[in-house]
């Protein structure tokens, strides 16, 4: 046995070495203790990974809860009625202004409010914002007279006439 023996100690244990295996065996366990570091920091980052990711579960299994309670409301008998009768003034006031029910089946509450808008201001509606719409909206239909064949159909005489024919009988009726 070679005299230059070092004792080298690995894992708790002493054991006799030459200095050539001395400096293997340091150098093997200065690689091992980094692919431990590696290892270790490789599993923090996807740890945190994880955690994100449950995190982001959790917040769209908190949105998908409430889109479920806003879908059981929005089938709730209340929530239809109220939905009836909110298209049902839509469709009224484009009546009023002139607009058929044929044309207005196929569009969306919005479209028949900025129809309506623009058929009353006119180019002034054409760079409105939706909400300035809907404030413009609940005033022009407010204020609006049924014309056309939404007049006649709910009766209303749009003719000039005479306001005070029934009340004072003409000369030839006297």
């Known amino acids: 046995m070679p005299d230059n023996l070092r004792s080298v100690v690995v894992d708790g ?3 006799k070495v030459t200095d050539e295996g001395a400096q293997a065996i340091t150098k093997l366990t200065k690689d091992r203790d980094d ?3 590696a290892r270790d920091e490789a599993i923090k980052a996807k740890d945190a990974e994880v955690a994100e990711l449950k995190k982001s ?16 409301d929005a089938k709730s008998p209340k929530a239809i009625a109220a939905a009836v ?9 484009g009546k ?8 207005m089946e196929e569009m969306e509450d919005a479209a ?9 201001l006119g180019d002034a509606a054409k760079d409105m914002s939706d909400a300035a719409i809907e404030g413009a909206f609940l005033a022009v239909s407010k ?3 049924p ?19 029934a009340f004072i009988p003409s000369k030839e009726g006297r």
């Open 143 to 145: 204020a609006a007279k």
């Open 35 to 37: 692919a431990i570091a």
């Open 85 to 93: 009768k909110a298209r049902a003034a839509v469709l009224d006031a």
């Open 57 to 72: 579960v959790e917040t769209k299994d908190g949105e998908l809860a409430a889109v479920r309670k806003e879908l059981a």
């Open 112 to 120: 028949i409010r900025r129809a309506v808008v623009s058929k009353h």
């Open 96 to 103: 009023k202004a002139g607009y058929k029910e044929e044309e």
């Open 13 to 15: 244990l002493s054991v």
């Open 147 to 165: 014309t056309g064949d939404a007049a006649l159909s709910a009766g209303i005489r749009t003719a000039d006439a005479d306001p005070w024919a």
